[in-house]
Structure formats: C-alpha cells, structure tokens
C-alpha cells in the first residue's frame, strides 16, 4: 500500500500528473477499457489508485487480442486489486468488422464499447493520448458517438508523457512496452479477418522475434502475400540465408489459411494495412 501511494505521489509530482489524477478523481464511476499496452494500463493503474472504489477495469478478449497482452492484464489485477471486467466484445459475430473495410476499427471499437456499457455503469474511458489524435484513428468516432472520455488528452499527456508517469507509479515492466495495435491491423484492408489469419499473424511475429533482434517485427498479410516488416537495423542485418529460413517458417505458420504463400521482407511502415487512407499517395 505504501508503495502504491508513493507512486502515485511520484505521478503527482510531474508537471502534468496533478492534472491526470484531478480529471479522473472528477469522474464518479468510471469504467476503462484496458488492452494491455502502456497507455490503457498506466490510465487503470491511476485511476484505481487514485479512485478505487469508482473504478472498473474492462480487458476484451478475442483472436486478435494478443495472449500475453491478456495475461499482463490478469496479472494487473491481482496486482493492484482491481475491479475486473473480462469480456467478448463480440467483433468476430460483425460481419461489418470481418469484411475489414477501411474504418474496421470503427466497428470493432462500436462492439467494445457497447458491450462495456451493457455491463458496467459509469464513464467510458480509454487510453487515448495527444498523439493519437493526429493518426488514422476511426476507432475515436466510434468512442465518440459512445461519450468515451479521454483522460490523458484532457490532462494533456503525449506519448512521452505516459511512460514518464508509468515509470514514476514504478510500472518498470509497462513503462517501455512497444506500440502493440491489434492483431487485426496487420491484415491489409479488403482482406476478410478471421481467427486462423490473426492467429498466424501473432505466432509469426513471435517467430521472427524470437530468431531476429530486432525492435519492430511486424506480420503483414497483404493481398500480395505475406510481409514482415522489420525496423532498418535489424533488415539490414538480415542475411539472406536467415530470410529463406524465416520465410519457410513463415510459410508453414500460414499453411492453413487463405493467405498467400509469398513471403517478403520489407522496412518497417507504421499502418502500412490500412490502404487508401488519408494521406496515402
């Protein structure tokens, strides 16, 4: 307890860690939807230690919700003595989500949503930063028609500014975690989602991550075939005996499914599925 509560002291004493605990302690019950990366978990770590009584947890699990993420989330729990929600948020039932238009995450984030609303009273809340207001986010209409807040913009924390307060609540194992979108968004745009795709999208990512050092492995299944994208320092180091290994590899992952059997190697591109986007030549 003690602990907790010099964290939380430590977040306070950021320049804007008052801002954040006052935004969330202005809310009576609250209810956050917590994927497991930094930014979901450090705004439930915050907010339950600041609020408990007025604070629900709420993790979705489904295919494209990565195990470990999932695991860190119970772990949490346990942890921090939260008030957790597990549900299915029940995307892979919406064709809408399945046939992965554009703005699948439009619809994916209208089933969270409305499934954590149907289950727990309260505020909506979710991890949203300053700097995902200026990506290709559909997921926020979606949060917006459903009055989800966003406490982190309202106190006016960026990206940085999360993993500073993660590291001052001594969140040592949160504080670095890599951007981790959902499997989902790896699949190019037009592709149609299904368990076994983003299955073989997550077993492999953790494939090539396990054989290559890299700080970015990405699986990409494009209508072209299959891309992992890796960040230029770890694809220059890739030699190509590795590439032909890791793609027979690769290949077999997918063997199962609809997806092509080439497998490419390529820079690293953030949002690179998402075709026909804003800002797309």
């Known amino acids: 307890m003690a602990e907790t509560q010099a964290g939380l002291l430590a977040l306070i004493a950021l320049p804007k860690g008052a801002a954040l605990v006052n935004v969330l302690t202005g809310i009576g019950d609250k209810a956050i939807a917590v994927s497991g990366g930094v930014d979901s978990m450090?705004?439930?770590?915050?907010?339950?230690?600041?609020?408990?009584?007025?604070?629900?947890?709420?993790?979705?699990?489904?295919?494209?919700?990565?195990?470990?993420?999932?695991?860190?989330?119970?772990?949490?729990?346990?942890?921090?003595?939260?008030?957790?929600?597990?549900?299915?948020?029940?995307?892979?039932?919406?064709?809408?989500?399945?046939?992965n238009p554009l703005d699948r995450c439009f619809y994916c984030k209208t089933d969270l949503y409305g499934a954590i609303a149907t289950r727990r009273a309260g505020t909506l809340m979710s991890g949203t930063n300053l700097d995902d207001l200026g990506d290709f986010r559909p997921g926020l209409k979606a949060a917006a028609a459903h009055g989800v807040v966003h406490p982190f913009v309202e106190a006016g924390f960026a990206k940085v500014d999360v993993r500073a307060a993660a590291a001052a609540l001594g969140l040592d194992d949160i504080k670095a975690l890599p951007a981790m979108p959902c499997l989902a968004s790896r699949i190019e745009t037009g592709i149609a989602v299904s368990p076994d795709l983003v299955r073989g999208v997550h077993a492999a990512e953790r494939l090539v991550g396990a054989a290559v050092t890299a700080d970015t492995v990405r699986c990409?299944?494009?209508?072209?075939g299959i891309r992992i994208e890796l960040d230029d320092d770890a694809l220059a180091r890739l030699s190509t005996s590795r590439r032909t290994m890791l793609s027979n590899k690769v290949r077999n992952v997918f063997s199962a499914t609809d997806a092509a059997d080439t497998v490419t190697f390529a820079a690293y591109r953030r949002g690179s599925a998402f075709l026909g986007k804003p800002g797309d030549d």
């Open 42 to 99: 450090t705004l439930a770590v915050v907010a339950h230690r600041a609020d408990p009584e007025r604070t629900t947890v709420c993790h979705a699990v489904s295919p494209a919700v990565p195990p470990e993420a999932t695991d860190r989330v119970r772990q949490y729990a346990v942890r921090e003595g939260w008030k957790l929600v597990v549900i299915d948020a029940g995307e892979f039932d919406d064709q809408r989500y399945l046939a």
């Open 220 to 224: 990409r299944v494009a209508h072209d």
